[in-house]
DNA sequence: ATCGGTACCTGCACGC
DNA sequence: TGCGTGCAGGTACCGA
């Protein structure tokens, strides 16, 4: 489900959270409540003040005041919500001075962790896509020698893109999945970046995507996967040359693409 | 050190 | 209606 858009969405939504009081907290999912007994867990953050909330790539990070970090990362299926009602699939129930937030993940890829310092594996994430100028992109593309594809959705290159946007990126680009990083000339890069940067913040700016049950902390769906150009639009009429769109596999992900538009 | 394949879990759409 | 199969926004871990 959630990538940056999305997960900046997310966090954005919560954000009235900011100042708020932690009155109790329940974990009931010990698979999704990395390294830490849930009881003591609770105990811990209970009684504190929310001082800030940060979006990191896909992870959400939630200071409290006076030290400690709670990280939340949505895997797949992961929702944060500001209203019940709670299910079979709510591991989490954080109660609030005023309203409650709820961590709902039916298929437990997500995770929620507790820690003193700044989360380790927020720390070793690459840098935001948003962020990172072009010359280090560049610099960061050459030095990898792997499937252009898989290095997009690896986190320590750059933090936050998943699926949707790396293929609606690369079709932007011209670039095939397929492609080898370490052999993009210059000019090729830079239409990479510019993608990236506009199909993310084109994204933000929708919402996100809501391929199925993608939802904000309010209930609300994005709109941005009305404006997917191969993103699971196998079959389907290329919009720019009307060619088929077609579907590979890159290291087990499923990756769309246009075979005229986008070149290896 | 880096890479690609596999495992983790639930739910849905599809064909028979 | 039910069953088997394949697929799904994620990362961690393994061996090559």
Do not use: W
């Not at 390294?35 to 800030?52: E, F, N, T, V």
């Not at 961590?103 to 700044?118: A, K, P, T, V």
């Amino acid at each position: 489900m959630p990538e940056l858009p999305e997960v900046e969405t997310v966090a954005r939504s919560i954000a009235p959270l900011v100042g708020r009081r932690i009155i109790s907290a329940e974990f009931r999912c010990v698979r999704v409540l990395r390294g830490g007994d849930p009881d003591r867990m609770a105990a811990r953050i209970q009684g504190h003040r929310i001082s800030a909330i940060k979006r990191y790539g896909k992870f959400i990070v939630v200071s409290l005041e006076g030290g400690g970090y709670l990280m939340i990362h949505l895997g797949m299926t992961g929702r944060l919500l500001l209203a019940g009602p709670t299910g079979k699939h709510t591991h989490a129930v954080l109660t609030f001075d005023r309203g409650v937030l709820l961590y709902d993940d039916s298929r437990q890829f997500g995770c929620l962790e507790f820690s003193e310092e700044f989360p380790a594996r927020v720390a070793r994430l690459g840098p935001e896509p948003l962020e990172i100028p072009f010359a280090e992109f560049a610099a960061r593309v050459k030095s990898h020698k792997t499937r252009i594809k898989a290095l997009l959705l690896n986190q320590a290159f750059v933090r936050g893109v998943g699926n949707i946007y790396a293929d609606e990126a690369l079709f932007r680009a011209g670039i095939h999945p397929l492609a080898l990083s370490s052999r993009l000339r210059s000019e090729r890069m830079r239409r990479l970046y510019d993608a990236m940067v506009a199909v993310l913040t084109e994204a933000i700016a929708a919402g996100g995507s809501s391929i199925s049950d993608y939802v904000d902390a309010e209930g609300r769906k994005g709109f941005f996967q009305f404006s997917h150009r191969v993103y699971q639009r196998t079959g389907e009429p290329c919009v720019t040359c009307g060619t088929l769109i077609r579907r590979v596999l890159v290291t087990q992900r499923s990756s769309h693409f246009c075979p005229r538009c986008q070149h290896r």
